[in-house]
């Protein structure tokens, strides 16, 4: 199952930050979280910390248009997969 993983700092309508997370299938709009933040070391550290845990899941960076984004995308996890269990799923099952 391929999905994706964003992560972006973007100024705020009152002067303030904001780390924006955008996760999901690839192909859909996905899901959004927004994490408000005092200053811009703030925001630095805890976008460290999340792209530091999605490299550990297995995720893998991507060439971002914009320099403030980082993107990742995942195709599918070995490690997730049972000895014996096919890497694809049979058409018309879930």
Known sequence: ????????????????????RTWGRLGTWGQSR???CADLDTA?????RLT?????????????????????????RANRLRPGMPAVSPAGSR
């Open 52 to 76: 530091a845990q999605k490299l550990r899941k297995g995720y893998c960076p991507v060439a971002s248009p914009c320099s403030r984004a980082v993107r990742f995308s995942c195709r599918f």
């Open 1 to 20: 199952m391929a999905r994706f993983y964003r992560l972006a700092i973007e100024p705020t309508l009152f002067g303030g930050l904001v780390l924006h």
């Open 34 to 36: 927004l994490v408000y």
């Open 44 to 48: 630095h550290e805890h976008r460290a």
